[in-house]
């Protein structure tokens, strides 16, 4: 792979069109019409119909932990497509199946945005296992990202437990974006989806951001355990993506383990999937994990990416729609027992991603089986080239503040062009 231009080493011109797609998100977004209002209950419903799944008796206390869930083979259930309206009475693997695609997932950096000191925020994110965090009917339930049940317990969100659901309706509910840090047993909330009862689907970063702040501390979730609070809930500190808020974000010292840095742009909508509109970005120096590791916690000799087999023999990314890696004949496939929406390991040879015009073209893969049945997605094709790009030209932090400086010099010569 060519070494990046020196005058503008922050640009990924290779193989990124991430600023097209966000351009194109934030478009979509405005025009966007959907009852967000209705998405946000019938996650709530699904979310807590889920609690009773488990093949485990709930405790009376509300604790329940569900670690080796695993998630149905995708071919043993027929891939749909349903309507909101439709998934508050699914139940079983198929609710599980359908309530795994509503987290909104960051794609990763692999070029600096457009508008980077101006258009987003910067945090340090935390370490541990992203859910989404759900208080109905007095109780609150957590959720991993495949949809296993992760915890059941009382806490002071709205509704939330029995002892604070007294004077409020059923439609009161609460629906948090989390991830939980193991080592101090605290969900630190990252996105706010529904406050209750109120969808903040389709509003602004800047908005769910200033309300989950002060919203979540007037509920008395922050506050240290207690029997009708079994864990605490923390926000993060969101700053600014301006020279000094990034280089705070990257040093500064916070109360977990950090595993990355997280873009949010501020005029963002929640939606759910991948979008370009988050972003996360990781270096040896704030995470423990820049680059994949096996099931034992070592890198591999050779990058490994995991890919959707499709009813053509095509491999495809998660991305919607999918972006394609290589094609599988009938013979393999049937030598291998492998199935269409079954999710299958390969190893890239050395070098070998192969790009033209920009886009993908072919690469080079050796087939290593099947990952962990709890897996639920295969690879995006932004996790993949940021995988690629820290193996052989990593984007750094000196790149991302070098953007930062160039925007500012660039509207710092428009403003004086503009007084001349």
Not at 224 to 245: A, I, M, W
């Amino acid at each position: 792979m060519a070494p990046p231009d020196p005058r503008r080493p922050f640009k990924r011109p290779a193989f990124s069109d991430q600023q097209k797609r966000r351009d194109i998100s934030l478009q979509r977004q405005a025009q966007n019409r959907r009852d967000a209002q209705h998405q946000a209950r019938c996650l709530a419903l699904t979310t807590m119909s889920l609690q009773n799944d488990s093949a485990a008796t709930p405790d009376p206390q509300y604790e329940h932990s569900d670690p080796d869930f695993e998630i149905e083979p995708e071919a043993a259930v027929k891939d749909r497509d349903f309507d909101v309206r439709e998934a508050a009475s699914l139940r079983g693997r198929e609710a599980r199946r359908w309530f795994a695609k509503q987290l909104m997932l960051p794609e990763w950096m692999i070029d600096v945005p457009d508008r980077l000191n101006s258009d987003w925020y910067v945090c340090a994110r935390p370490a541990g296992k992203r859910c989404f965090v759900v208080s109905s009917n007095g109780v609150t339930v957590s959720r991993l990202r495949n949809g296993g049940l992760l915890h059941r317990f009382p806490s002071a969100l709205p509704n939330g437990a029995r002892s604070n659901n007294s004077n409020r309706s059923g439609q009161s509910y609460c629906i948090l974006d989390c991830i939980f840090h193991e080592a101090d047993q605290t969900y630190y909330v990252i996105d706010m989806v529904c406050w209750a009862g109120m969808s903040m689907y389709e509003c602004t970063t800047e908005f769910r951001f200033f309300w989950l702040n002060s919203k979540l501390a007037e509920s008395g979730a922050c506050t240290d355990p207690s029997p009708n609070h079994k864990y605490r809930f923390r926000t993060l500190v969101v700053y600014n993506c301006d020279q000094e808020g990034l280089k705070a974000a990257y040093t500064g010292p916070v109360s977990y383990l950090k595993d990355g840095l997280l873009f949010y742009n501020k005029h963002a909508h929640y939606e759910s999937g991948n979008t370009p509109l988050v972003l996360v970005w990781k270096d040896e120096n704030c995470s423990q994990y820049v680059l994949d590791t096996d099931s034992k916690g070592h890198i591999p000799d050779q990058q490994q990416v995991v890919l959707e087999l499709l009813d053509d023999g095509r491999l495809a990314t998660l991305d919607d729609p999918p972006v394609i890696f290589g094609c599988l004949d009938s013979d393999f496939i049937q030598k291998t027992g492998s199935q269409t929406g079954e999710l299958l390991r390969f190893s890239i040879n050395e070098g070998a991603l192969y790009f033209k015009d920009g886009q993908l073209e072919r690469a080079d893969l050796n087939y290593l089986g099947k990952p962990n049945r709890a897996r639920a997605f295969a690879d995006s094709y932004s996790k993949v080239m940021f995988q690629y790009a820290a193996r052989h030209s990593p984007l750094r932090i000196e790149h991302l503040l070098a953007s930062i400086e160039s925007s500012n010099h660039q509207e710092t010569s428009t403003d004086a062009d503009m007084l001349g």
